[in-house]
């Protein structure tokens, strides 16, 4: 009963816009900092964002800086990811995960270096003309 699911994938058109869901059971999310992370195919997962638990700080790769948003709310326990001005670089199946860490900037440099207590089964984004 313990998971994480994602939702809100799907296909969009370059600069269009997707909004991300994880949402968890069998745990509050309030506890928990959540990462944002991505693979495409051929390539490595890469972290995207992350948000903490304590205060809230937020955390985003440089590849997504200024386009994607990541949010929190712990009343109805799910996190965020809003997406804007998509690009075809961005496709990837998208996780979400709780870093043992917490956030920091590691995670979404070097997220193959944390552990992880839950990971979601992940939502396919396919952004193409």
């Known amino acids: 009963q313990v998971q994480l699911v994602e939702s809100g994938g799907g296909l969009v058109q370059p600069g269009g816009s997707l909004r991300l869901s994880c949402a968890a059971s069998?745990?509050?999310?309030?506890?928990?900092?959540i990462g944002w992370f991505r693979q495409a195919p051929g390539k490595e997962r890469e972290g995207v964002s992350c948000?903490?638990?304590?205060?809230?700080?937020?955390y985003y790769a440089d590849s997504v800086k200024g386009r994607f948003t990541i949010s929190r709310d712990n009343a109805k326990n799910t996190v965020y990811l809003q997406m804007n001005s998509l690009k075809p670089e961005d496709t990837a199946v998208y996780y979400c995960?709780?870093?043992?860490?917490?956030?920091?900037?590691?995670?979404?440099?070097?997220?193959?270096?944390?552990?992880?207590?839950?990971w979601g089964q992940g939502t396919q984004v396919t952004v193409s003309s």
């Open positions: 069998g745990f509050t999310l309030d506890y928990y900092a």
């Open positions: 948000i903490s638990s304590s205060d809230g700080s937020t």
């Open positions: 995960a709780t870093p043992q860490i917490g956030c920091s900037k590691v995670v979404v440099t070097t997220p193959l270096m944390i552990l992880y207590d839950y």
